[in-house]
């Protein structure tokens, strides 16, 4: 049987909030392995994906072309409810099924998108403000299908960068990030 999105979700939001919400306040302006984001610029990031894939999932439209500012009040809080919310609009019957929203691709597709960018942007910020991460391993071969589906529209869309090579032995987590762009070795320089 096939796990739904938005069990998978449901995982990796359990492990992404609580490395939102120790994100230091000081950190917000550092590099991050994502290099084209600091730190604030990829949590706005992060945000606006968790409240735009709520709309594909419904079958609406969201925008992407511009990211509005969302660190402000007591923005850690408003990432875990953006979060369930983003949970809950995948577990909607049918919100795995068909095309999802204006993106014109298969739902399960636009989910494993989204479950994507959870998994990898929270590695991302727990690397660039020297937290722990350990990624839900169920999740794995769903995003590992995705980037590999995806990569080469991908980077030339410049969402993935080149793929960082590595070992064969490297493990599969770092298979995975290297695929999107990523060094799976990268640290903060200020730990």
Not at 75 to 83: C, H, S
Not at 103 to 127: C, E, I, K, Q, S
Not at 128 to 140: I, L, N, R, V
């Amino acid at each position: 049987m096939t796990t739904r999105i938005s069990e998978l979700l449901e995982e990796a939001s359990g492990r992404a909030v609580p490395v939102v919400r120790a994100v230091p306040d000081d950190r917000l302006g550092e590099p991050t392995p994502c290099t084209e984001y600091t730190v604030g610029q990829l949590l706005d990031h992060l945000f606006h994906v968790v409240i735009g894939f709520q709309s594909l999932a419904a079958r609406q439209q969201a925008e992407f072309t511009v990211t509005p500012h969302y660190l402000e009040g007591e923005w850690r809080g408003r990432f875990a409810d953006e979060t369930a919310k983003l949970v809950a609009a995948w577990a909607a019957p049918g919100a795995d099924e068909g095309v999802a929203g204006s993106m014109n691709l298969p739902a399960r597709t636009v989910g494993a998108m989204v479950l994507g960018d959870l998994t990898v942007h929270a590695w991302d910020l727990a690397r660039a403000t020297g937290q722990a991460y350990d990624p839900d391993p169920s999740s794995a071969g769903v995003i590992e299908a995705m980037v590999a589906d995806m990569a080469p529209m991908a980077r030339s869309m410049k969402v993935f960068g080149e793929p960082v090579p590595l070992p064969d032995d490297a493990p599969a987590f770092d298979r995975l990030l290297a695929a999107t762009g990523r060094d799976p070795g990268w640290r903060s320089e200020r730990v």
